[in-house]
Nanobody
Framework: VQLQASGGGLVQPGGSLRLSCATS????????VAWFRRAPGKQRELVAD???????HYADSVKGRFTISRDNAKNSLSLQMDNLRPDDTAVYYC???????????WGQGTLVTVSS
């Protein structure tokens, strides 16, 4: 199983980025999936999740700024991030999120840096 995040980069505060997650080796449509992030010196946190039936949840810190979506035909997950803030700086990871738990299949993640 592979879940590979991409699309990170350096962006100024107030800017936008769109992260993508390509998956293989799993029945993507049958899994709840999510985005996580780990900021420097902090623990990993759940950013947003989307269920098989496309019910979404967001961390309070990103509500109204981030949008999670999935494309079952392409086995992919996306995270549109708008109005980015310096405290969004982190490595972002995608993973399955069945029964409220991530799998062991962590990919390398993609670094998002928000700085002027």
């Amino acid at each position: 199983v592979q879940l590979q995040a991409s699309g990170g980069g350096l962006v100024q505060p107030g800017g936008s980025l769109r992260l993508s997650c390509a998956t293989s080796g799993l029945l993507f449509y049958a899994n709840d999936v999510a985005w996580f992030r780990r900021a420097p010196g902090k623990q990993r946190e759940l950013v947003a999740d989307i269920s098989k039936s496309e019910i979404v949840h967001y961390a309070d810190s990103v509500k109204g700024r981030f949008t999670i979506s999935r494309d079952n035909a392409k086995n992919s997950l996306s995270l549109q991030m708008d109005n980015l803030r310096p405290d969004d700086t982190a490595v972002y990871y995608c993973n399955t999120f069945n029964y409220g738990e991530p799998s062991i299949w962590w990919g390398q993640g993609t670094l998002v840096t928000v700085s002027s």
